[in-house]
């Protein structure tokens, strides 16, 4: 079982950076795939970004490429979202997920973190 809780959201103005945590409970985190998604009020949830269980390959949404990175710390069961030169569109709710191994069935869900680009 693997519970998962996420920090780091908050107040930035467009353009500016922010870094997400995800800290996963239980001795298996090494073994899960771990997805980052977002959710705007009134919008359906969308994928963000996803790090395989290895650590060795990273897959992002179109609309993120190049101003996201995902990593993880398997030692500190943790996984990060930097988000750089954000817009007031990506305001959200942002998720982590994990799903085991290769699957792209994520099982299980953080609670979430708030973030909003604002001046």
């Known amino acids: 079982q693997v519970q998962l809780v996420e920090s780091g959201g908050g107040l930035v103005q467009p353009g500016g950076s922010l870094r997400l945590s995800c800290a996963a409970s239980?001795?298996?985190?090494?073994?899960?795939?771990m997805g980052w998604f977002r959710q705007a009020p009134g919008k359906e949830r969308e994928f963000v970004a996803r790090?395989?269980?290895?650590?060795?390959?990273?897959y992002y949404a179109d609309s993120v490429k190049g101003r996201f990175t995902i990593s993880r710390d398997n030692a500190k069961n943790t996984v990060y979202l930097q988000m750089a030169s954000l817009k007031p569109e990506e305001t959200a709710g942002y998720y982590c997920?994990?799903?085991?191994?290769?699957?792209?069935?994520?099982?299980?869900w953080g609670q979430g973190t708030q973030v909003t680009v604002s001046s």
């Open positions: 997920a994990a799903a085991l191994r290769n699957s792209r069935d994520y099982t299980h």
């Open positions: 239980g001795r298996t985190f090494s073994t899960y795939a």
């Open positions: 790090i395989s269980w290895t650590g060795i390959n990273t």
